[in-house]
Nanobody
Framework: QVQLVESGGGLVQAGESLRLSCAAS????????MGWYRQAPGKQRELVAT??????NYADSVRGRFTISRDNAKNTVYLEMNSLKPDDTAVYYC??????????WGQGTQVTVSS
């Protein structure tokens, strides 16, 4: 089993920055995909960014503003969010996919960006 615990969310003003962290425990392998998704009120959960080994992938809406990184020694994935916009307001979820591509989710952390 895999457990994911997010932290770092909060309330910021537009243009400011936040750094999210996700600590993973259990059967974690550094070669498996980890990522961040988000869900705004009344909307579907959407991909924000993923990382597998050194390969990263970003949603168009965050590319150039957000950076995903991973510390395999700590089994932790980070999301550095810069130039935040009100549209970035959502609950952010950490995701891990095992060798069968089965997804595991954290409990989520709220990010609110005021204009």
């Amino acid at each position: 089993q895999v457990q994911l615990v997010e932290s770092g969310g909060g309330l910021v003003q537009a243009g400011e920055s936040l750094r999210l962290s996700c600590a993973a425990s259990g059967s974690i392998f550094s070669t498996n995909v980890m990522g961040w998704y988000r869900q705004a009120p009344g909307k579907q959960r959407e991909l924000v960014a993923t990382i597998a080994r050194s390969d990263t992938n970003y949603a168009d809406s965050v590319r150039g503003r957000f950076t995903i990184s991973r510390d395999n020694a700590k089994n932790t994935v980070y999301l550095e969010m810069n130039s935040l916009k009100p549209d970035d307001t959502a609950v952010y979820y950490c995701n891990y996919q095992d060798w069968r591509s089965r997804p595991f989710w954290g409990q989520g952390t709220q990010v609110t960006v005021s204009s």
